[in-house]
């Protein structure tokens, strides 16, 4: 299994931990994702008519209102997509953000 193989790198371990011990700044997040061009994906975000704000608006929530946090992986995580797409699917599992698409 991926996670299992990941875990016994020091770095992932390390990372995870990390950003698990910020999570008391969590409440339900309304969604988790992840993105090679971060500008480019919260201004996608942030377009009218986009897929997440319509969603939102259909509950009554602004985007435009909404806060943004963000959690950049260490450095030696960063680019390694294996590892970011794992980091993302155990955030979406432990906090069930209601409007992240999950698969599978």
Known sequence: MALE?????PSFRATLQHTLSLSI??????YVGKA????????QHLNEGSELSSRLAE????????????LPLAV????NEADEDLHEEI???????LFTLRYG
């Open 5 to 9: 193989r990941a875990l016994e790198r």
């Open 25 to 30: 700044l969590f409440q339900t997040p309304l």
């Open 36 to 43: 090679a061009n971060l500008r480019m994906r919260i201004g």
């Open 59 to 70: 509950v009554g929530v602004a985007i435009r209102m909404s806060s943004l946090l963000l």
């Open 76 to 79: 030696e995580q960063a680019g």
């Open 91 to 97: 955030f979406s599992r432990l906090f069930n953000p």
